[in-house]
């Protein structure tokens, strides 16, 4: 059992409430919770009188959050959004029940509903949620954003400040359902004639299997370079992920080399084809493509390491998908990344939240935000890049979408609109 106990400063000072704490129970060995998957826990509360309750809940939610300061000249600003995925509370007491509806009470094993003044001692209230059978973002967390998943309890006293606690429990995507997108092989060449020393010109043509690739799963690159140049020089790789951050039509970029490794050396006047494997680490984050305020994506560079000159370099998109099978895994008929797999026509919006019958656990749900679509919202900013497939570059509502900013020394810039991309080269075909 997991759990997180918080007291509030007014209940350190009376003793009435000795803890409250909330606990779930994992339901596989890596402890993590998918689409679909029932999550069953306590609400555990120990008092040293008798209490009278007004009302103790306990919540699921799931929500993405940034946050982020600038500075221009004297002035700070911040900038934060965040992103509601599903919010729903069940009572165990509830006073307040002035709209007559009590179908999200629960009830105590006997059937009986919990009393709301609580004898001195240790107790035990059991709940259930299924988590809805929508794909949301996988857990994340960086310094100025993060994807949260909760359990929240809360109790309230009449005249006292309220006693809350909370537990998170990390979610996963389902497996994805291969889409003939992330399947397709990827193109890219470079040529660069070098005017001081060395003298020459160099070439190369780079291709991938695919776009997507499993957690563990080889990444192989092949490579034909033309070395014109008088002397020796050498392919290079190097994989990097990106963390792009919304907020108020801002955006905040980090980028980080997650390795680097040396190919051969192409000689002086010759021409090679090199093939090289790189394996994708199976400790990283999935591709974030699916969350309107935090994308994370990565990308390949492939490039010529030339003495003395600046680097010509191809790059690609690489899709980090969840592993094919594990304990929790269940085959998803969308992709959990929302931009390959939607059905032609499909409806976007989601079913409610998928919960126990009325009366078994009390459940009824709520759904706050706009509807979860996979999508960004119309006119938000897309993860823009330098490189991105032609199949959704420029698409509106997907990709195509940036940010254009301005810096002052003085004053914040004013928010900007969206402008769409300009069309990029296709690279989906060798030329």
């Keep these: 059992m997991h759990q997180k ?7 350190t000072m009376s ?51 940034v946050s982020w300061s600038e500075h221009y000249g004297k002035t700070t600003v911040v900038y934060s959004d965040k992103e509601k995925y599903y919010s729903m509370e069940m009572f165990f007491v509830r006073e307040d029940k002035t709209n007559g509806n009590d179908h999200n009470t629960l009830k105590d094993p006997s059937g009986q509903l919990y009393p709301s003044v609580v004898a001195p001692g240790h107790h035990v209230y059991p709940f259930s949620f299924q988590l809805p059978l929508q794909h949301f973002p996988p857990t994340f967390k960086s310094a100025i954003g993060k994807i949260a998943y909760t359990l929240e309890t809360k109790l309230s006293r009449s005249m006292r400040v309220s006693s809350k606690a909370k537990a998170e ?4 995507s389902s497996q994805v359902v291969s889409s003939p997108e992330l399947m397709v092989p990827q193109y890219g060449s470079k040529e660069k004639k070098m005017k001081l020393f060395p003298s020459g010109n160099v070439s190369m043509d780079i291709s991938t299997e695919k776009m997507g690739y499993y957690l563990g799963e080889g990444l192989k690159v092949l490579a034909e370079v033309q070395n014109n140049l008088s002397r020796a020089i050498k392919l290079k790789y190097c994989l990097y992920e990106k963390h792009t951050f919304f907020a108020k039509g801002r955006r905040k970029l980090h980028t980080h080399d997650l390795f680097k490794e040396e190919g051969e050396t ?24 699916n969350c309107k305020v935090i994308n994370v994506e990565y990308r390949l560079r492939v490039y010529l390491d030339v003495p003395y000159a600046s680097d010509p370099e191809v790059k690609f998109p690489v899709v ?106 296709d690279h989906s075909k060798k030329s």
């Design 5 to 11: 106990r918080i007291l509030t400063p007014g209940d």
């Design 266 to 289: 192409i000689e002086p006047n010759s021409k090679n084809t090199v093939t090289k494997v790189l394996s994708i680490p199976p400790s990283l984050t999935i591709s974030i493509l």
């Design 169 to 172: 429990f990390h979610y996963v």
């Design 320 to 425: 980090v998908l969840p592993l094919q099978s594990g304990p929790g895994a269940k085959s998803a008929t969308n992709s959990d990344f929302g931009i390959w797999n939607q059905p032609p026509g499909g409806n976007l919006n989601p079913s409610p939240l998928q919960m126990p019958p009325s009366g078994q656990f009390g459940a009824s749900s709520s759904y706050y935000g706009p509807p979860l679509s996979p999508f960004p919202a119309p006119g938000f900013p897309g993860p823009p890049d330098q490189f991105a497939p032609p199949s959704y570059v420029g698409a509106p509502g997907q990709f195509g979408h940036s940010v254009s900013r301005q810096n002052d020394a003085s004053d914040p810039p004013p928010y900007q609109e969206h402008q769409l991309y300009p069309q990029l080269p």
């Design 15 to 65: 003793l009435t409430v000795k803890n409250i704490s909330v606990i779930y129970t994992p339901i596989n060995e890596t402890n993590t919770f998918t689409s679909g998957d029932v999550i069953s826990g306590q609400v555990l509360l120990d008092v040293e009188k008798d209490t009278q309750i007004q009302s103790l809940s306990v919540k699921i939610k799931g929500k993405a959050r």
